[in-house]
């Protein structure tokens, strides 16, 4: 049970007034976010690219445009900034992707016309949100560098660059961070003894600098592998990289990716969809 009074609990305060983010079945609101980051762009790829030669009624289409929306309010509701940020670069980009590249303004005139409606769905659910729950997206989008989000950042971010450096070439032991915390931290309350919230950090402060310069090769390899197997030469592969981009993106501001199963679950299924050989 969650209410906006439970200590460390996901909340905001808009107008002097408590809100408390959605969890739905998970952990914490930026997971959910994730899975639901990931559902939209999946959902777009399936939308756009189905069945070409067949048809579908109007009231169908509107029917999938209306899953659409609803996704998209999932995700507003989480009020997780960083993942619809990222949201809304990666969609701003594959417009731009449309416009200017020469290649990708000859595609079917289907899918031009079914990027069009989710475009106009897009703007019309982001407007729609912003005008009903304007006070609760104004307070999000303020970002201050006294509130609890970013102070809690920074400071675990010290002390993960504290301990990185104190323990720069086996770390101190993988899932070590927060009892490490504990045990020379000992005044702090409960609720605040968290992982660092940035996967990088927290890689190298659990096994040295040498285990973050092997992740980070392979990541480099991955995105690599799949850029030299695709050459981009559809415009899906472009969505493709900048989903697998925006989840590395997402490791600099929270640690769900590296310790938690839904994170874990949610990240390495998306490096696995870069390994796999799309071509058409």
Request: no cysteine; proline share 3%.
């Amino acid at each position: 049970p969650l209410s906006v009074n439970t200590s460390g609990v996901a909340v905001f305060i808009a107008d002097g007034v408590k809100y408390l983010r959605v969890y739905g079945t998970t952990p914490h609101p930026n997971i959910l976010a994730a899975w639901l980051f990931a559902a939209i762009f999946a959902f777009y790829f399936w939308y756009i690219y189905r069945d070409q030669k067949g048809g579908t009624s109007k009231r169908g289409e509107a029917a999938w445009l209306l899953i659409y929306a609803v996704m998209l309010f999932g995700l507003f509701f989480t009020f997780s900034r960083v993942i619809i940020g990222l949201w809304v670069l990666g969609v701003l980009v594959r417009i731009l992707l449309v416009l200017l590249k020469k290649d990708f303004k000859t595609i079917a005139i289907k899918i031009r016309s079914r990027m069009l409606a989710l475009t106009v769905v897009s703007f019309a659910a982001v407007m729609a949100f912003s005008f009903i729950f304007w006070p609760q997206v104004k307070s999000r989008i303020h970002i201050s560098a006294q509130e609890e989000a970013v102070t809690q950042r920074i400071y675990y971010n010290k002390i993960a660059g504290s301990v990185a450096a104190s323990h720069p070439f086996l770390g101190i032991g993988v899932g070590q961070f927060v009892p490490n915390m504990m045990s020379k931290l000992k005044h702090l309350p409960a609720n605040a003894y968290q992982p660092v919230h940035n996967i990088y950090l927290l890689i190298a402060s659990e096994t040295g600098f040498p285990g973050l310069v092997i992740f980070l090769g392979f990541a480099v390899a991955v995105f690599w592998g799949f850029a030299r197997r695709t050459r981009f030469s559809m415009l899906f592969h472009f969505s493709f990289f900048i989903l697998a981009g925006s989840f590395l993106i997402i490791g600099l501001f929270d640690h769900f990716l590296w310790t938690s199963q839904q994170g874990s679950l949610i990240f390495w299924m998306i490096l696995a969809l870069l390994s796999t050989r799309v071509s058409t």
